[in-house]
């Protein structure tokens, strides 16, 4: 089955550094969605790809989708301590349609002043 | 509008007992997607249910069900649990739209199941 790999699994940064994590599908990629969840709470939408290539940038965060729809990253510059939390990339496949994600193992990202 | 809703936000049961969950989408959404959540394998998707009817499903055993009602509520209902099954339920609503449309999810609180 698809499967949906994100490194890294964790990240530690001062505050100001830049963060990027990386998102691998072993399978082609439809389109792929990306949230935030931060520590306690549940995940929530920040972003949808869907062509190949597409960048999009949301204030200090860039998204990129690989040309062969089955990478994708999600950069932050100069991050803040508002940053908390673990990023997840979401997947669904070509096949089939409505919303069937996978979910990546996700990336927890720690800011410290 | 009021957010999803997840009713109720801690169960602790028994191995063998079985139990219900409930999920309520944002008004005018029809799709529904139940998740779990574990720190050992991440969130995996169980089923979603669109216009009363199971749209995709996931991998997980039988024992895992679930129903959308006419209203969009729905449920997930999960038999003979396991320990395994402890974990955090989560509900995602979207609007749905066609069959070929991927939409956001917009994701409930959760609920925190612990099997003894």
């Known amino acids: 089955g698809q499967q949906v790999m994100q490194i890294p699994q964790y990240q530690h940064v001062q505050e100001g550094e830049d963060f990027t994590t990386y998102c691998n599908s072993s399978?082609?990629?439809?389109?792929i969605q990306w949230y935030k969840q931060r520590p306690g709470g549940h995940p929530v939408f920040l972003i949808q790809?869907?062509?190949?290539?597409e960048v999009k940038k949301q204030k200090r965060l860039t998204f990129q989708f690989g040309e062969a729809k089955k990478n994708s990253s999600l950069h932050i510059t100069a991050t803040q301590t508002t940053d908390v939390g673990t990023y997840f990339c979401a997947g669904s496949g070509l096949t089939g349609g409505g919303n069937k994600l996978t979910f990546g193992t996700g990336t927890q990202l720690k800011v410290e002043l | 509008k009021a957010g999803v809703t997840q009713t109720p936000r801690y169960l602790i049961k028994t191995r063998g007992q079985q139990v219900t969950l409930s999920c309520s989408p944002i008004?005018?959404?029809?799709?529904v997607s139940w998740y779990q959540q574990t720190p050992g394998q991440g969130l995996q998707f169980l089923f979603e249910?669109?216009?009363?009817?199971?749209?995709n499903k996931g991998n997980f055993p039988g024992r895992f069900s679930g129903r959308q009602f006419s209203n969009s509520r729905s449920e997930m209902n999960v038999s003979t649990l396991e320990l395994g099954d402890s974990a955090l339920y989560l509900c995602?609503?979207?609007?749905?739209?066609?069959?070929?449309?991927?939409?956001?999810?917009?994701f409930g609180p959760g609920t925190r199941l612990t099997v003894l």
């Open positions: 790809l869907v062509k190949s290539g």
């Open positions: 399978t082609t990629l439809s389109n």
């Open positions: 249910y669109f216009s009363e009817t199971q749209r």
């Open positions: 008004s005018g959404h029809r799709s």
């Open positions: 995602a609503s979207s609007p749905g739209g066609g069959a070929l449309s991927y939409n956001e999810q917009f």
